[in-house]
């Protein structure tokens, strides 16, 4: 099992409309073969004292039955479509791809 943690930086004042976008792909996303999760998560407050939260990041959670599904995704028709829908609101990906040890 693959597990995704992917930071988007929106430009500022845009997560909300990024969201809404990422959740109209989302149908799309969950359908795909080797599709375990995939959603998208905002921060919010814990008190925790070491959190630095910042309202222009998305971290959008995937999970993944293999590599090989998670590189099919990324080749998806929908993904491409979705990637230029949003490429004028984002202004950095960052992620981490990992599997348990």
Known sequence: M???IA???VKNG???EFVQKFKANLPAVLAEEGCID???ATDVE???GIQKKDPDVVTVVEKWENIEALQAHAEAPHMTSFRETVKEIVEDISI???TRA
């Open 7 to 9: 930071s988007i930086r």
């Open 2 to 4: 693959i597990d995704v």
């Open 38 to 40: 995939y959603y998208p």
């Open 96 to 98: 981490t791809v990992v």
């Open 46 to 48: 814990s008190k925790l």
């Open 14 to 16: 845009f997560r909300d």
